[in-house]
């Protein structure tokens, strides 16, 4: 049974770092696509930042070019994402999720708040 379980959320200052982490277990291989979505109250859920394997291709939305970055390790079967010059404007539930050929899995997101 699939499961990504995310960690690292919190509130934090205009300015301010956070990393977030999302170990995923119950795949059979590391040949599937993981990543990071995002949803503010009342808006859509979005992309922020993917990263496939084995060719560790990453995706950016425009957002959070130079700011984010997306690391992973599948030794540990662990997705990062660390986040820096945070704004207001990050504000949202972040979810992890992974995309094999056929299925696409959801963790249960965690939240982050930027606010002073």
């Known amino acids: 049974q699939v499961q990504l379980v995310e960690s690292g959320g919190g509130l934090v200052q205009p300015g301010g770092s956070l990393r977030l982490s999302c170990v995923a277990s119950?795949?059979?291989?590391?040949?599937?696509?993981i990543g990071w979505f995002r949803q503010a109250p009342g808006k859509e859920r979005e992309a922020v930042s993917c990263?496939?394997?084995?060719?560790?291709?990453?995706y950016y939305a425009d957002s959070v070019k130079g700011r984010f970055t997306i690391g992973r390790d599948n030794a540990k079967n662990t997705v990062y994402l660390q986040m820096n010059s945070l704004k207001p404007e990050d504000t949202a539930v972040y979810y992890c999720s992974a995309t094999t050929i056929s299925t696409t899995y959801w963790g249960q997101g965690t939240q982050v708040t930027v606010s002073s």
């Open positions: 990263i496939s394997s084995p060719d560790g291709n990453t």
């Open positions: 119950g795949f059979s291989r590391d040949n599937y696509g």
